[in-house]
Each structure stands twice: as structure tokens, then as C-alpha cells.
Nanobody
């Protein structure tokens, strides 16, 4: 089993920054993909950013140039640096890890951006 725990969320003013972290514990296997999703009230969960085992990254158009995904060398922790935050970035952010096509999810962490 893999457990994912997010941290670093909170309340920030528009234009501010936050850094989310997601630490994995339990049976640590090398993932195929690590990423962040978010879900705003009344909306579907959407991909924010992802990083593959090969190091390729993918971002939602709405966050390109503002958010950066990275991970530690042991693939235990994935980060999401969020700059120039906007009120529309307000959502619950979920950490995701794909291992052999199985998706593991964190419990989610609230990010609120005030205008």
C-alpha cells in the first residue's frame, strides 16, 4: 500500500505563492507518473501538472508559466510551486501517483486565493 500526504496549502492573496508537497509512505515503488490534480466546487477534478519517470512534465494551460512541478531524487516526494496565484486557482488539490497503471490519491488539501 502507498499512502500520500499533502501539505503546504492554505489561504493566500492573489499574486502570492504557495508550495505544495506530497510525501509518499508505505510500500515505495518507483511510479510511472506523479502529479497534482485539483477540484473546485461544482467542477470536475482536473489535471494541474504531472511529471513522468523520464522527467517529462505536463501542465494545464491555465497554470503554464506560473506553476512548476518537481520531485526529489528518491521519487518519494513531489512538489508543486505555485506563483502568481489567482482566485480561480482556489480548489482542493490532490496528489496523484501512478504505479503500474494503478492510481493512488492523497486526501486533498485546500488552497484558497483571495482577491
Amino acid at each position: 500500500q502507498v499512502q500520500l500526504v499533502e501539505s503546504g496549502g492554505g489561504l493566500v492573496q492573489a499574486g502570492g505563492s504557495l508550495r505544495l508537497s506530497c510525501a509518499a509512505s508505505g510500500t515505495i515503488l518507483r511510479p510511472n507518473v506523479m502529479g497534482w490534480y485539483r477540484q473546485a466546487p461544482g467542477k470536475q477534478r482536473e489535471l494541474v501538472a504531472a511529471i513522468t519517470i523520464g522527467g517529462s512534465t505536463n501542465y494545464a494551460d491555465s497554470v503554464k508559466g506560473r506553476f512548476t512541478i518537481s520531485r526529489d531524487n528518491a521519487w518519494n516526494t513531489v512538489y508543486l510551486q505555485m506563483n502568481s496565484l489567482k482566485p480561480e486557482d482556489t480548489a482542493v488539490y490532490y496528489c496523484n501517483r501512478v504505479i503500474s497503471n494503478y492510481h493512488y490519491w492523497g486526501q486533498g488539501i485546500q488552497v484558497t486565493v483571495s482577491s
